[in-house]
């Protein structure tokens, strides 16, 4: 599992390690976005809480993430984006004893407030704009930074520290990685 703010480069790590370990990517945001684009009542009300920079309600992305781990297809994954709430987590940790499934790591990207800013106001996305990414900050405090208590009790939490050259990071996740994953 990813962990990390907005803009911390979750997605981009994520497809070069999935590529490279053969993990199927499961991430959250991708799967709303794509609700959005094709127009699914799903969709629609997820926007309203992704423009305002606020979670979509935990039932909708647990029930997207159940979906897909429940079609059997991917053995070994990648969660990108989720958890992002005790609840999500609670809810994966239910999925998992009936998947007889475990965790083998919880990588924490962290990455400075300025850089994140700054990072998201470049690229350009629709939930990208300074009170939106404000929004989205204040959120993940809140919201997420529980985590990495819940994970750093199980022992499952690595950090990584998310700037520099993205081989430069991609190199720290892969260390990360526990040698049994994949
Ligand atoms: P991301 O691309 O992961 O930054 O997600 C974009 C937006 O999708 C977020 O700002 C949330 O509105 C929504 N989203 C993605 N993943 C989750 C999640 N696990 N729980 C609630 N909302 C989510």
Redesign the pocket.
Known sequence: MFLGP??AG??TQAERLCDELGLAHL???????AAVADGTDLGRE?RR??D???????E??IGM?RERLADGASSAFLL??????VP?AEALDAMLVDLAAALDAVIAIEVGRDELIKRMLGRK?P?DTPE?VER?LR?YEDQTRPLFGYYGDRGLLRTVQGEGSVDGVYGSIKAAVPARAG
């Open positions: 907005p803009g979750k997605g991430a959250t945001g991708d799967l709303l976005r997820a809480y992704m305002a920079g606020e979670l979509v309600p935990d909708v992305v993430i990108d984006g989720f958890p992002r709430s999500q996305r939930d939106t989205r959120v």
